[in-house]
């Protein structure tokens, strides 16, 4: 059974994440007071980030770029979209 929190990004009561997404306080934090459907708003929006960007993950300012990203969308009103992207 999912466990339930008070979702930080939605701003009402949904189900938790099942374990820790990412590593480290920000990684239990995002456990703590995200829910699995931002969560999975969070991964939709950071791939449309790497594409938009052509960001390779195994490089350390990609990766830096991307977790401050993540906590803006999740925590902090918001992650920018690229002035080119055009959603289909």
Known sequence: MPRT???QYLQREAD???R???PGDLGKRIYEDI???AWRAWV???TM????YRLSTIDPKARKFLAEEMEKFLF???SA???EFRPE
């Open 35 to 37: 829910s699995a459907e």
């Open 20 to 22: 820790v997404p990412y």
């Open 5 to 7: 929190i008070y979702c």
């Open 81 to 83: 979209k690229p002035a």
């Open 16 to 18: 938790g994440l099942d």
């Open 49 to 52: 980030l790497i594409n938009e």
């Open 76 to 78: 902090g009103g918001g």
């Open 44 to 46: 939709g929006h950071q």
